[in-house]
């Protein structure tokens, strides 16, 4: 499996509530299941980040497909292959 990384940009500012706990339990998921290693909000409020581990590109891209703040329209995401060089991500 490959390291992915995902951005998020909100459109208008931070989610609302029922949008926010939305995508929590869907990291939550994630993260049980072993794809997600890292995930957290920009300090700016502007978007957030996400690392998750996949076989493929598309495996990545049609997970964050299903991510409530790309559903809903509040974000969108870019995500991308990473190639890392130092350092480890846990397995």
Known sequence: MKPFVVTLAFADGIPGK?????QQAFLAKLHSEGTLMLSGPFN?????MAILRCDSLEQARNIYQESPVIRSGVATADVREWNVVWGSIPR
Not at 44 to 48: H, K, L, W
């Open 18 to 22: 029922e949008v926010s706990e939305a």
């Open 44 to 48: 700016d409020g502007a978007g957030g």
